[in-house]
């Protein structure tokens, strides 16, 4: 694994950690009940980066954090966890090519629309690679990934996501990035109470 991203993976994680408020808060009365969690489960279709028009689907879950008690400025703040595995239909010419990825990061959500929330988020962590080859098959990285989609509610607490996002595996083969990149689509559940309209 390459350990250069180390120090830019450090401080970005601290922020995270940071955004989560160490003690209780007064919610407001439209906030109560319930918790602030989202958590998702989906397909994904990516372009491997990996030779021309080479791409595979998989599966991807995330998990979403929005603490209670964020300032005006910064409602909409929060965090994600995701997984994902681009492990389905195998292009002929790599028959054991795979891609798995764990990340965490923050993620924004424009929260002024009752049903339709756009996002933007800044993932880091790693990534595995399994790839053709003799000896040498497969490898991890420290990797970045920014992503932007939006959430649809479907009903009451569950919601349609479609995302973007555009991952940066550093120096995978030499000096060359690999950039994976591609579409997911899923179902979440959100845990939060629904706005009450005044």
Known sequence: MHLKLVSRLIPTLLFVLAVFPV??????????????????LG???F??????????????AWVD???????????????????????????????KMRQDTALIG?????????????YGKYLLGIGSIDFPGYYYTHDTFLIQAPGAGIDFRIWKHLWARGDYEYQFWHHTFGNNDLNPNGASFGVSYDFRPIPVAK
Do not use: C
């Open 47 to 60: 372009s491997l980066d990996w030779g021309p028009g080479k791409r595979m689907e998989g599966i991807t």
């Open 23 to 40: 003690h209780s808060q007064v919610r407001p009365a439209a906030t109560e009940g319930g918790i602030p969690v989202v958590v998702g």
């Open 106 to 118: 923050p993620i924004y959500s424009l929260p002024y629309f009752k049903n339709v929330r756009p």
């Open 43 to 45: 397909g994904a279709d």
């Open 65 to 95: 954090v929005f603490p209670w008690g964020m300032p005006p400025k910064i409602h909409g703040l929060g965090a994600e966890v995701e997984g994902r595995d681009i492990n389905f239909n195998r292009p002929t010419g790599i028959p």
